[in-house]
């Protein structure tokens, strides 16, 4: 934001004007000429005021409707009354903080890793890739997530280059820290509770990426660049299909009556399935193998829990026993299906 004030003031002395008088005042943060006063009168010409705002562009008005704001904003700009900036023109952000011309802002950037494999190319995150960051200001009582009125609110940054970044992103505070929350994919539109459902197709395009819940949590800090570690909160099930009865087809590999939602809870890190059932259709994994992300749950004891179509074979598992599928990607369920599954009951 940059503030042109346009103002003037005379001192005249033996009928001279002091030039240099008016020059000096004309650099302070005056915003009315004032003519005379006349006891307790006192009159003023109010003065045009430019600004630029690097969210709104170009404002120009009269510095009456800041002069008797009486603290309240007029496009978004307001004249501080305490402060550092008391006095002066400032403009309110959307979170609340005022900011100068003079000061520079900066963007906050985030580097991001893992701590188990990745999503998308399960090694890293991948170009273009999107993730949803929200900032909590540290008041000394607490950094709670609120679905509201937090220091920065649903800031989407990209994934260039080997970090996330947005030019017009979050801020960097400088007076006070703040904890980031970050969140994959950029489909999340509510905090810090809401429900998230993996997709069903998950071997059409995009669909396994997009069904990869994760998140991250930072220290509270001042930094500009912010490494960010997130964590997998979903399952990850992986069918590997072994024997000579496999042949060179495709198989397709659908999991039955799996729950697929889960209620989530940012602030107690809390991430528990509810009872929303459908088929989910893996996706390729490599030769013969299938993998697909689901909500941690438990597989009852006789369950059709996979099925198996290859070459026009139809074949169902069935559980066993109780299996439970936890949570994190890095505990996978691994099921070979051998030659023999493929004899017709």
């Not at 009159?43 to 630029?52: A, D, K, Q, R, W």
């Not at 009865?245 to 890190?269: I, P």
């Not at 009852?300 to 026009?312: D, I």
């Amino acid at each position: 934001m940059s503030v042109l004030p346009i103002q003037a003031s005379g001192h005249q002395e033996g009928g001279k004007v002091d030039a240099k008088e008016i020059v000096f005042h004309h650099v302070q943060d005056a915003y009315e000429w004032h003519i005379n006063s006349w006891g307790d009168k006192h009159f003023s010409i109010s003065l045009p005021i430019i600004l630029y705002s690097s969210d709104t562009g170009w404002h120009c008005f009269s510095s009456s409707h800041l002069l008797h704001a009486e603290g309240d904003t007029y496009e978004g700009f307001k004249i501080a009354t305490g402060g550092e900036y008391e006095g002066k023109i400032v403009e309110v952000k959307a979170n609340g903080e005022e900011v100068r011309p003079d000061q520079k802002q900066e963007s906050v950037s985030f580097t991001a890793s893992m701590k188990t494999l990745s999503r998308a190319t399960e090694t890293s995150f991948e170009e273009n890739d999107q993730i949803i960051v929200y900032a909590v200001k540290d008041e000394g009582n607490g950094t709670e997530l609120k679905a509201s009125g937090n220091y920065a609110n649903y800031v989407k940054y990209t994934y260039r280059g080997n970090k996330f970044v947005n030019d017009q992103g979050i801020v960097r505070p400088t007076e006070f820290g703040v904890r980031y929350f970050a969140m994959y994919p950029n489909t999340i539109t509510s905090v810090p509770t809401f429900r998230f459902n993996v997709k069903t197709a998950q071997g059409a395009s995009g669909q396994y990426t997009m069904s990869d819940l994760c998140t991250a949590v930072s220290d509270v800090t001042t930094a500009k660049e912010v490494n960010l570690i997130f964590s997998h909160r979903l399952s990850h099930v992986v069918v590997n299909l072994q024997g000579e009865a496999l042949g060179t087809g495709t198989a397709t590999v659908k999991l039955n009556n799996v729950n697929t939602g889960c209620n989530v809870d940012l602030n107690a890190n809390t991430f528990t399935a509810y009872e929303s059932r459908s088929t989910v259709y893996c996706a390729d994994n490599g030769t013969n193998s299938y993998k697909a992300i689901i909500v941690p749950q438990t597989i009852e004891a006789g369950s059709p829990f996979l099925t198996v179509t290859l070459n026009g074979n139809l074949q169902e598992l069935y559980t066993t026993t109780s299996r439970v599928i936890p949570q994190n990607l890095n505990s996978s369920l691994i099921l070979l299906l051998y030659e023999a599954l493929y004899d017709p009951k």
